[in-house]
């Protein structure tokens, strides 16, 4: 019985992290209808700057998120206003190859820039770990799970209860509305974008913390990205947790009953069967195009 209750703990702590980074990918679809394949980058990105700051400055790689934070905004803001703001409101297919563009010519200059090998922050408390009741909780991977839900109830926080949040859901219902208004779309994409990397990339800087950090690290994340938002609603932002934490437990309960290859299989395996029977996730209030 405990090595069962030992892989659900250790589930829904993984799910805590999926939910965070998955979060980001939810909110550019739910607003500005773009599937961000790039998403995975994000997380890339902020891993790698707290492992440089952690190399260079020693910094704690806790302490580095608000650098994350900060540089993923930006960047996200001005790669949307420069490159994604053509695609928006074009078919579809557009946003899926202006992103995958965006996708590999990161991961390209990642590799030209820090090479392919994967690097490792060690740090006095990454081994650490506290027994309860014959279960081992690792002391990082619980601080990870907080600061995620930390993060999506900052999240939902900037949405239902600030005047650009505000702005965001308008713009999200009726864009055309929220432009009479005179509310600035564009902008509101802007931030919402900006807003979607900064978070992803402070879920990159928690996975630093316990992970291994390199380049080819972004698509991995990317698919379990759409397969949480996917479970839980497209553009739902609950939903991002709901499906992050059934996502994280399933992944684990796979990996303890059978091998990790039966894992990604069985992941694979409920996505069609959400997009088969229920395409606007397990909650009922995902957008469905």
């Known amino acids: 019985m405990l090595p069962f209750i030992q ?78 703001n053509r695609v928006v409101g074009a078919p579809p297919i557009m946003s899926y190859i ?24 060690t740090t006095s408390y990454s081994g650490a770990n506290f027994s ?13 799970f907080g600061l995620a839900f930390v993060i999506i109830g900052a999240l939902y926080v900037l949405l ?12 999200a219902q009726d864009r055309e509305m929220a432009r009479l208004m005179g509310i600035s779309v564009h902008k509101v994409y802007a931030v919402t974008f900006g807003i979607g990397a900064a978070i992803t990339g402070l879920s990159g800087s928690l996975i630093a913390a316990f992970r291994h950090v390199e380049t080819g690290m972004g698509l991995p994340y990317t698919i379990i990205a759409f397969c949480v938002v996917v479970l839980g609603g497209m553009g739902y932002i609950p939903g991002a947790l709901i499906g992050g934490l059934i996502l994280g437990v399933i992944s684990s309960l796979s990996t303890y009953w059978f091998t990790a290859g039966w894992s990604t299989a069985i992941t694979f395996f409920l996505l069609y069967l959400i997009l088969l029977f229920r395409p606007q996730g397990i909650l009922g209030k995902g957008i469905v195009e």
């Open 7 to 84: 892989a659900l703990i250790n589930g829904l702590l993984l799910g805590g992290i999926y939910a965070a980074f998955s979060a980001g990918f939810s909110l550019i679809f739910g607003v500005m209808g773009v599937v961000n394949i790039a998403n995975g980058e994000m997380v890339m990105i902020g891993a790698f700057i707290t492992y440089w700051l952690f190399e260079i400055l020693k910094l704690d790689p806790f302490l580095s998120l608000p650098f994350s934070l900060i540089f993923l905004f930006v960047f996200g803001y001005l790669l949307q206003r420069i490159i994604i």
């Open 160 to 171: 239902y209860l600030t005047q650009i949040g505000r702005a965001i859901q308008a713009t």
């Open 132 to 144: 309860l009741g014959g279960i081992t909780i690792p002391v990082v991977q619980l601080s990870t």
């Open 98 to 121: 202006m992103t995958f563009g965006i996708h590999l010519t990161l991961a390209n200059l990642a590799l030209l820039a820090f090479s392919a090998d994967p690097r490792v922050i």
